[in-house]
C-alpha cells in the first residue's frame, strides 16, 4: 500500500487521484502504523511552513518521517519540509536535505507559476525525462542548490526543483498536475 501523508495541508486529493489513474492503490492518513508499514510514502502538500509543522510534531510524525526506510516522495511544501530551516514563519523543519528554504527575491513575478523545465537533472526519478520536458509549479518559496540538489530550474535565480537522499526524494514542482511528464516521474518513484 501507498501511504499519503495526512497533514495541514492541501492538495492531497490530487495526488491519490494521479496514483489512481497509474492504477495503484493509496491511503490518505497520519496513522503511524500505516505510514511505517506502507510500502512507499508520498509526502504531498500545499500550505504554510510553520502550521505545517505544528501538526507534524503534534501528531509525532516529524520523527516518524525521519526514521522511514522505504522510498519516500515530498512534493512541493514537501520538499520544503525536508529541508533544515524555511525562512516562512522562520520554521525549523526535518532536516533530511541540507538545504534552506528562502522567500523568492524581487524579480519575476511571485510566486513561480506555471511551466517551466529543467537545466539539469540526475538520479532513478528522471529516467526517460528529458530538459525540453516541462512540469507544473506553483510555489514563492524555493530550497537553495546543495549537495542533495538532484534537478536544477531557473526562475530568478537557480534553485533545487528536485532532492534526493537516501531513500528520500522531493520535487518543487507538482508530478500529479504535470501531464505525461509528471505521470513518467511518478511512475519512477513506484518503481524504485
Same mark, same amino acid.
Given at each position: 500500500?501507498?501511504?499519503?501523508? @495526512?497533514?495541514?495541508?492541501?492538495?492531497?486529493?490530487? #495526488?491519490?487521484?494521479? &496514483?489512481?489513474? &497509474?492504477?495503484? *492503490?493509496?491511503?490518505?492518513?497520519?496513522? @503511524? %502504523?500505516?505510514?511505517?508499514?506502507?510500502?512507499? #510514502?508520498?509526502? =504531498?502538500? #500545499?500550505?504554510?511552513?510553520?502550521?505545517?509543522?505544528?501538526? /507534524?510534531? *503534534? %501528531?509525532? &510524525?516529524?520523527?516518524?518521517?525521519?526514521?522511514?526506510?522505504?522510498? #519516500?516522495?515530498?512534493?512541493? /511544501?514537501?520538499?520544503?519540509?525536508?529541508?533544515?530551516? $524555511?525562512?516562512?514563519?522562520?520554521?525549523?523543519?526535518?532536516?533530511?536535505?541540507?538545504?534552506?528554504?528562502?522567500?523568492? =527575491? =524581487?524579480?519575476? @513575478?511571485?510566486?513561480?507559476?506555471?511551466?517551466?523545465?529543467?537545466?539539469?537533472?540526475?538520479?532513478?526519478?528522471?529516467?526517460?525525462?528529458? @530538459?525540453?520536458? *516541462?512540469?507544473?509549479?506553483?510555489?514563492?518559496?524555493?530550497?537553495?542548490? $546543495?549537495?542533495?540538489?538532484?534537478?536544477?530550474?531557473?526562475?530568478? /535565480?537557480?534553485?533545487?526543483?528536485?532532492?534526493? %537522499?537516501?531513500?528520500?526524494?522531493?520535487?518543487?514542482?507538482? =508530478?500529479? %498536475?504535470?501531464?505525461?511528464?509528471?505521470?513518467?516521474? /511518478?511512475?519512477?518513484?513506484?518503481?524504485?
Amino acid at each position: 500500500m501507498i501511504a499519503i501523508i @495526512k497533514y495541514n495541508a492541501g492538495n492531497i486529493r490530487s #495526488v491519490q487521484n494521479a &496514483l489512481n489513474r &497509474l492504477g495503484y *492503490d493509496s491511503t490518505i492518513t497520519d496513522d @503511524k %502504523k500505516e505510514i511505517e508499514n506502507a510500502s512507499k #510514502v508520498i509526502f =504531498p502538500g #500545499v500550505g504554510e511552513a510553520g502550521s505545517a509543522m505544528r501538526y /507534524l510534531r *503534534d %501528531k509525532q &510524525l516529524d520523527t516518524l518521517i525521519r526514521s522511514l526506510r522505504q522510498p #519516500v516522495l515530498g512534493i512541493c /511544501l514537501g520538499l520544503q519540509l525536508m529541508c533544515s530551516y $524555511s525562512e516562512e514563519s522562520n520554521t525549523e523543519c526535518l532536516n533530511i536535505f541540507n538545504s534552506q528554504v528562502r522567500f523568492f =527575491p =524581487p524579480g519575476d @513575478k511571485i510566486p513561480h507559476m506555471g511551466w517551466n523545465n529543467l537545466s539539469s537533472m540526475k538520479g532513478s526519478l528522471f529516467n526517460s525525462i528529458t @530538459k525540453n520536458n *516541462d512540469l507544473y509549479f506553483v510555489h514563492s518559496y524555493y530550497a537553495e542548490l $546543495s549537495a542533495d540538489t538532484a534537478a536544477v530550474c531557473e526562475y530568478i /535565480l537557480p534553485f533545487s526543483a528536485a532532492m534526493q %537522499k537516501d531513500n528520500f526524494y522531493a520535487t518543487q514542482f507538482h =508530478p500529479e %498536475k504535470s501531464a505525461g511528464t509528471g505521470e513518467s516521474i /511518478l511512475l519512477n518513484f513506484l518503481h524504485i
